[in-house]
C-alpha cells in the first residue's frame, strides 16, 4: 500500500458542507438526508410528499449547475469504468441501497452520527464489500 | 408554510451537492482509488465522512433538543435498533456497485446533470434498480412505500 492524490483539506471542507446539509434537512423537516430515500421514493408508488422530496432532488440539480460553473473540475471528463460496468453498477446500487433502506448519505453520515447501530453495520458492510470488489477487479482480475 | 418548507429542503439539497463537489466524491477515480486499500491508496474519502460526521454528530444534536422541526410536528428518524437481512445484504450489494462504479447515488445524481456518459447510464440503472426491488420487496413489506427517508 502507498497513499496518492491525498487531498485531505478539500475532503474535510467537503464532508462539512455535507454534515451541514443533512442538518438543515432535520431541522427544518425533522428528516433524515438519504439521497437514496429521498430521490428513489419518487419512482415509487405510495410516496405521499412528492414536493418535498423533488425540492431536495431539485437542489441537487442546482448545486450540480453551481459546481459547474464555479467548480467544474468536480467533474471529471472521463470514466475510468467501462460503460456496460457502470449500469451493471448502477442498477446493483439502485437494488442494494433500497433493500438496505439507506446509502452513504443516509446510513454512511446521517445515521452514523446519530450512532444508530444498524446504519453502522450498514456502513460497516457496504464499506468492507466496496473494498472486497476493488480488490477483486483491480488486483485479482486486474481489470480496469 | 409547505412552500417555505420545500425551500429548505431545496437548500439542503443544493448544499449537500455543492460539499460532495468540493468533497471529491464526484470522481470515479477518487473513489475508487479510496476503496483500493491494497494499491495506491488515496485515505482522502475517509476525511470526507470525518467530516461530515463531525458537523451533523454535533449539530444533529443540538437540533434534536428541540420539540419539533421548524415545518412539521415531530421528528421523523428511524428508531429501530435491530439488524436484520435485508439491510445487511442490502449494504452488501450497495457496496460492490459502489466499487464496481465508483458511484454511490448522490454523486451519481450530481454527476448526471453534466451529462457525461457514464453518470447518465449510472443513474438510469440506478433508478431502474430501485424500482425493481420496490416490485420484487414490496408487496411482502407493506411498510415500502412509507419507509424512512434515508
Known sequence: MHIVNFTPLPALL??????????????????????????????????????????????????????????????????????PLVAIAGLIVGFGTRLGNGCTSGHGVCGTSRLSYRSMAATATFMATGFATVFVTHHVLGGN | ??????????????IFAVGLGV????SQDKVIEFLDISGAWDPSLAFVMIGAIAVHFVAGRI????????????????????LDAKLLAGA????????????????????????????????????LGMILQHFVFAPRTK?????AAR
Request: aromatic share 8%; proline share 7%; glycine share 16%.
Open chain 2, 63 to 82: 437540533v434534536r433538543t428541540r420539540k419539533s422541526p421548524i415545518f412539521d410536528t415531530k421528528f421523523h428518524l428511524p428508531t429501530s435498533q435491530d
Open chain 2, 92 to 127: 452488501a450489494l450497495f457496496g460492490v456497485g459502489w466499487g464496481l462504479g465508483g458511484f454511490c447515488p448522490g454523486p451519481g445524481i450530481v454527476s448526471s446533470v453534466k451529462g457525461g456518459a457514464a453518470p447518465l447510464v449510472f443513474v438510469v440503472t440506478m433508478t
Open chain 2, 143 to 147: 411498510s415500502a412505500p412509507v419507509q
Open chain 1, 14 to 83: 467537503g464532508g462539512a458542507i455535507v454534515g451541514l446539509a443533512a442538518t438543515v434537512l432535520l431541522l427544518s423537516h425533522g428528516k433524515v438526508a438519504g439521497i437514496s430515500g429521498l430521490y428513489g421514493g419518487l419512482f415509487v408508488p405510495g410516496t405521499t410528499d412528492r414536493p418535498f422530496r423533488s425540492a431536495f432532488v431539485g437542489g441537487l440539480v442546482a448545486g450540480a449547475l453551481l459546481l459547474l460553473i464555479a467548480l467544474p473540475r468536480a467533474f471529471p471528463t472521463t470514466s475510468p469504468v467501462a460503460l
Open chain 2, 23 to 26: 468533497s471529491g466524491m464526484t
Open chain 2, 1 to 14: 408554510m409547505a412552500m417555505k418548507g420545500n425551500l429548505f429542503a431545496f437548500a439542503s439539497g443544493l
